[in-house]
Nanobody, 123 residues
Framework: QLQLMESGGGSVQAGGSLRLSCQAS????????MGWFRQAPGKEREGVAV???????TYEGSAEGRFTISRDNSNNALFLQMNDLKPEDTAMYYC?????????????????WGQGTQVTVSS
């Protein structure tokens, strides 16, 4: 299990950029899939991007081409660079850890979660 803490959220106008960070504490960080998820009011939590234990990224359709997930195993860190933000990206964003190969579609396979950081995009 890892302890996770997100940072970097904020309020931006449509077309702007934000970079989210997640700091993990615990052992064997490199052995986990790490993902970014989001939850908007009244909606279910959904996967945005995951980077697996081999550092292969996958993205949810609307994030593809706009968001970039990366990890720094030497510093137990995870990042999400978000460009060309849209109002529909507004949500609480969470960092999570799961087994070595975990798809972003399978939210329930992720077992360690941060507290979240709010992203608000205005039109």
């Amino acid at each position: 299990q890892l302890q996770l803490m997100e940072s970097g959220g904020g309020s931006v106008q449509a077309g702007g950029s934000l970079r989210l960070s997640c700091q993990a504490s615990g052992d064997l960080y490199h052995s986990y899939s790490m993902g970014w998820f989001r939850q908007a009011p009244g909606k279910e939590r959904e996967g945005v991007a995951v980077i697996d234990g081999d550092s292969n990224p996958t993205y949810e359709g609307s994030a593809e081409g706009r968001f970039t997930i990366s990890r720094d195993n030497s510093n137990n860190a995870l990042f999400l660079q978000m460009n060309d933000l849209k109002p529909e990206d507004t949500a609480m964003y969470y960092c999570a850890a799961g087994p070595f190969y975990s798809p972003y579609e399978d939210v329930n396979s992720f077992h360690s979660w941060g507290q979240g950081t709010q992203v608000t995009v205005s039109s």
